[in-house]
């Protein structure tokens, strides 16, 4: 078995593959990739594509790091998984101290799942448990932004705000309130309306037990940017009604926006923590939510009921701790959150042709994220681009009619160029300006 078109067909008959419908795959077809080196996936008949989007927003520092095998191989020949209830390991250990000194300290307790959507039912269980635990059970809702998108579980799906998902699943889901998004595109009025309307449920209610965000970035509402002085109000808001502050950053921890965190732009502390997707450097699965001292004390009892009751059999897995250590080494080590720092202004030099193309609209970048909308987009816009930049060697996805690109943090600047490149041919052969 060799070529692409075999392992393709094979694919469509066992494989039962996510976020897309399989009939289009009889016109659309599947990638099927050999192997991956740097920024670039390689298919069976040699053709290589440009990772843009980091294989859905999770290889920080693109395929096959030499830092990151070195680490699982050494890891491999010591331990590759033990149970974590009742025993303990080296890399849970080391990761979770580093991850807590990541936070200056505060959020110095890391509770282990294995996937984004988990991370997300691990914190809304927490928070509604923690004021269970401290006499006020009532507080059992909570509250999401607009376009907000925290996983596909069924728990993570009541604060996900993605109608077609919503429609589907609407008799199993229990849903949250929503207040509208702060989106930046609208001008500072919409962070005022969100605010505006966050206030109102705080003060109406009593049995909010959290807020849930995407700080700076609702990632897949379409890179929805808003300022960090929303989150800043917003956390307020939190501290002055009392109830939690879920920090979501699966997608934009680990430098995506410019730094460490992105709830560090708007000087605030969350209460809860979730990370995912980049923690491994798109090695492994793994997840964890990261909260404070005094949460971690309301747990802390004689009585197992009052603890926190959740677990998952790859819980703190030993090479996916292991590979997020390579991952923070690299970052200390290579002075990554500076370097990129550093290399913003050339980027932007880079990628501003695409600025002043007729079809673009709201071309705007924070940290290592691009992203613009194109007018008058066909309706399957997303689909034609992404099939027409593949052709030219780059893996993009739209989401809708909003262009973006996550790439690796180890992108060249002559393959970050060739990526806007591709970018301005498949523009011009999908929506002719
Ligand atoms: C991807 C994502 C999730 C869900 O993570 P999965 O690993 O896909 O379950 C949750 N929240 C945000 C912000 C995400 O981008």
Redo the contacts with the bound molecule.
């Keep these: 078995m060799s070529s692409n078109r075999e392992w393709l067909e094979r694919s469509k008959a066992a494989v039962w593959h996510p976020c897309t419908q399989m009939k289009w795959h009889e016109q659309l077809p599947l990638m099927p990739i050999q192997k991956a080196q740097g920024v670039w996936l390689q298919d069976f008949e040699g053709q290589r594509y440009l990772d843009g989007v980091s294989s859905?927003?999770v290889n920080l520092f693109g395929h096959a790091h030499p830092r990151i095998v070195a680490a699982l191989e050494d890891q491999l020949r010591q331990l590759e998984h033990v149970m974590l209830a009742g025993f303990t390991h080296e890399p849970v250990v080391r990761l979770s101290e580093r991850l807590g000194a990541a936070t200056g300290g505060t959020l110095g307790h890391c509770f282990y799942g294995s996937?984004?959507?988990?991370?997300?039912e691990m914190a809304l269980k927490m928070s509604a448990h923690y004021w269970r635990n401290r006499g006020q059970a009532h507080r059992t809702e909570f509250i999401a932004l607009a376009g907000?998108?925290?996983?596909?579980?069924l728990g993570?799906l009541g604060v996900?705000d993605v109608p077609l998902f919503r429609e589907a699943y609407a008799s199993l889901i229990r849903r949250c309130h929503i207040v509208p998004s702060p989106d930046a595109r609208l001008g500072p009025q919409a962070a005022q309306s969100s605010l505006a309307a966050l206030k109102q449920l705080l003060e109406s209610s009593d049995a909010i037990a959290a807020l849930i965000v995407?700080p700076l970035v609702?990632?897949?509402a379409g890179m929805v940017f808003h300022e960090p002085d929303f989150l800043k109000k917003a956390a307020a808001l939190c501290r002055q009604y009392g109830v939690h502050l879920i920090a979501?950053?699966?997608?934009?921890g680990f430098g995506r926006t410019g730094t460490f965190f992105a709830h560090e732009q708007a000087g605030i502390t969350p209460d809860f923590l979730?990370l995912?997707?980049g923690i491994t450097g798109g090695f492994l699965?793994l997840?964890v939510v990261m909260t404070r001292d005094e949460i971690f004390q309301a747990f802390y009892d004689d009585d197992i009921s009052r603890g926190f009751l959740h677990s998952h059999s790859y819980t703190g897995n030993a090479m996916a701790c292991r590979a997020a250590l390579a991952v923070l080494d690299l970052f200390e080590e290579e002075e990554v959150i500076a370097g990129n720092r550093a290399r913003g202004p050339k980027l932007e030099t880079l990628a501003a042709s695409l600025r002043s193309h007729p079809r673009v609209r709201n071309f705007r970048n924070r940290g290592m994220i691009w992203a613009f909308e194109v007018s008058a987009a066909p309706t399957d816009f997303s689909r034609r681009f992404h099939q027409t930049a593949l052709a030219r060697g780059v893996l993009l996805r739209p989401i809708g009619n909003t262009v973006y690109f996550m790439p690796p943090y180890t992108i060249s600047d002559d393959e970050f160029h060739l990526m806007v490149d591709a970018t301005h041919q498949s523009l011009d052969d999908v929506v002719r300006a």
């Design positions: 859905w927003w996937d984004g959507a988990s991370a997300t907000g998108y925290h996983g596909e579980t993570a996900t995407e609702q990632a897949a979501d950053e699966i997608a934009v979730c995912s997707k699965p997840s």
